[in-house]
């Protein structure tokens, strides 16, 4: 009795923490939603000149702040992931900028995948107009191409990536095979534009 008794402490302890570093999580991404949007609103997403002073003035931590926010680009699909690339390659130089832009851009692209399975069609719709949801939606279901078409929007540049993140999350492709995708289509694109950056400003 007493084994059991101390079973369900641990259960209900277990669950306590996991609420509370539920809480902290959405605090914390709140929190830099709100830094986001005023320096938004400030203009330091106005040009690449405008970003790369906004990043910079993060210091020793620039690198990892451009990180999560090309992370939060593709989990917020109205910040511009373009501007992170160009700006990270002309900061940390290719190689820099590319390890930065494809950390950042691969952990938004599953966090926006691991949303939509957890809260499913809802959240989903509301990224994309009715009717090209409902079309998206049919031809996802019914399709034997959708991973191939997925694979070579991730290679392939000016491909809506981010919506169609949050798309797969409600199909029935697993985590694993989406998270394969992922690692091994990004580079490609990420790559090309910084060697083209920093071509550009030799």
Do not use: H
Request: with cysteine; net charge positive; hydrophobic share 50%.
């Amino acid at each position: 009795m007493e084994t059991v008794y101390r079973e369900q402490t641990a259960d209900r302890q277990l669950e306590k923490n996991k609420k509370l570093m539920t809480i902290g999580l959405a605090a914390l991404c709140t929190a830099f939603v709100a830094i986001l949007g005023k320096a938004w609103l400030d203009g330091s997403f106005d040009s690449v000149e405008t970003f790369q002073k906004y990043v910079a003035g993060f210091g020793l931590a620039a690198p990892l702040f451009l990180i999560a926010v090309q992370a939060a680009q593709v989990v917020l699909p109205v910040l511009p992931g373009l501007l992170g690339c160009v700006a990270g390659s002309m900061m940390f130089g290719c190689w820099g900028g590319f390890w930065c832009n494809y950390i950042g851009i691969s952990a938004g692209s599953i966090i926006a995948f691991l949303l939509a399975r957890k809260y499913g069609s809802g959240l989903v719709s509301r990224m994309f107009p009715g009717e090209k949801y409902e079309k998206w939606a049919a031809w996802a279901a019914g399709s034997r191409f959708y991973t191939a078409v997925l694979f070579l929007g991730m290679v392939l540049p000016l491909f809506p990536d981010d919506y169609f993140c949050y798309f797969t999350g409600i199909t029935k492709m697993s985590t694993r095979k989406f998270v394969t995708i992922i690692l091994l289509g990004k580079p490609w694109c990420i790559l090309a534009y910084c060697i083209m950056t920093t071509a550009a400003v030799a």
